[in-house]
């Protein structure tokens, strides 16, 4: 009896999340958690400026966290991996049901990030795996790098005029998928309404210029000698 309704139940999910409203819910859920995670990840980094002390105390205490860290880790991969499948997948709705774009084009279908959203997503997760080689696990820096001291390695890094450029390339894309993601997975779950809209999107182009400005103020530090002058 348990299993059938276990089975029922599975079946339900997956039909749910066969329909368009199932795939929008799915990006605002996976939208919503990696929207916290990013505004969290800029306030710690943002502690470079206060100095390497600071900035390497931060991260022995998220290595402190052991087997936690690693299921928030599993988490974000997952949100990371199901939003982007859900965009695709809807992205691929949209073309089939329309496949050829209209002659005159709405004005929130033009807005540059609604239309940049589905390539802008595999370049942040591209950037998000480069992160991780960059400052997790080393490979990014090689001799360079150096365990467990997070501010050196952020200051070596950031002096390779390419690594920043791509860095804040890909900040400046990520500012503008949350722009657009923000306000979106309000919609997706019903919070729509012409008093609230507007103030919505005021508040989700504040949060990606705050994103974007703290996560670019970084590499710019570093290339500009603002910070990490000391580090050899």
């Known amino acids: 009896m348990s299993s059938i309704a276990v089975n029922g139940g599975l079946q339900r999910t997956a039909s749910f999340y066969q329909s368009v409203v199932g795939k929008k819910v799915v990006m605002a859920a996976t939208g919503f958690i990696l929207s916290g995670f990013v505004l969290g990840h800029m306030i710690g980094n943002l502690q470079v400026f206060q100095g390497p002390e600071k900035l390497n105390h931060y991260a022995e205490l998220l290595q402190s966290l052991g087997g936690a860290l690693w299921a928030i880790r599993f988490v974000l991969l997952a949100s990371v991996v199901l939003h982007i499948i859900a965009a695709f997948q809807l992205w691929l709705l949209k073309n089939s049901a329309r496949p050829q774009?209209?002659?005159?084009?709405?004005?929130?279908?033009?807005?540059?990030?609604?239309r940049t959203m589905i390539w802008s997503g595999p370049i942040v997760l591209a950037f998000l795996i480069?992160?991780?080689?960059?400052?997790?696990?080393?490979?990014?820096?090689?001799?360079?790098?150096?365990?467990?001291?997070?501010?050196h390695n952020v200051i070596v890094g950031f002096r390779h005029v390419g690594v920043s450029v791509f860095y804040i390339v890909a900040n400046i894309?990520?500012?503008?998928?949350?722009?657009?993601?923000?306000?979106?997975?309000f919609q997706s779950v019903g919070v729509n309404h012409p008093k609230y809209t507007p103030m919505l999107k005021t508040l989700a182009k504040i949060y990606g210029w705050v994103v974007?400005?703290?996560n670019v103020s970084i590499p710019l530090a570093v290339l500009t000698g603002v910070i990490g002058a000391s580090v050899k």
Not at 140 to 151: E, I, N, P, R, T
Not at 178 to 185: K, P, R
């Open 101 to 114: 774009a209209y002659v005159k084009k709405a004005s929130i279908a033009t807005s540059y990030a609604a």
């Open 212 to 214: 974007g400005v703290g």
């Open 173 to 185: 894309l990520l500012a503008i998928h949350l722009y657009h993601g923000v306000w979106s997975m």
């Open 130 to 151: 480069y992160h991780i080689l960059h400052f997790t696990t080393g490979q990014a820096l090689g001799s360079q790098f150096v365990k467990g001291d997070v501010y």
